[in-house]
């Protein structure tokens, strides 16, 4: 997940605001700051379009960030509280000091730009840690399956090999010689399985840019 925008307004007055990435932000945060004032309530979560919109509204101002997945809303709550506490350390916040050319929206656009850069950097960071973790565990348990099936096929061999070579050897046992091509076989799917579990990864990684295209 990544936020891809944010901004602070006072009632419908946008005070600063930011988009990493290019699209039209605007008109939907103006509907998502019409549907806060109109609840009122403390957190809200709104979706528009492929962009999810997440706010907290603490004493008249609103916080606003839009992220381009939805599963994730502990974290973009945690961004807008430390935006918001940063905020509030601003002795001059209200609206007549906040107007589009002015310096301290200036500034608050770059603390805005770094906080979000930060926040989308540790969630790569982790979200990578997680996916090679879940390819670690399918390589493991891929491993196990092939030493399970390959220990129970070499048994079944030794077994069949040592009947083949009595004097009592029947036409049976040599027909089960005719399995020994299974246990490659199986060895096999097991590796294309593998593949294609890795490769399910890469795509989802590719999907969500955790993996720049």
Known sequence: MTITYSCVANGRAVLAELALTGGSYQEAAAKVLRQVLLKAEPTTIIQIGSYVYHTL??????????????LDTIAPSAFLKKVS??????PLMSQEHFFPSSTLATDFQQILAQNMVEYNKSQSNSTMSTV???????????LRNMDTVLERETEALRIITEGADGPQATAEEFENTRKIPKIWWKCFKIIITTFAILLSIIIILLSTHVIPT
């Open 57 to 70: 509204f603490l004493d008249g101002i609103t916080y606003l960030c839009a992220t381009d997945n939805g």
């Open 85 to 90: 506490d940063i905020f509030t350390r601003i």
């Open 132 to 142: 090679k973790s879940q390819v670690t565990d399918v390589k493991n348990t891929m």
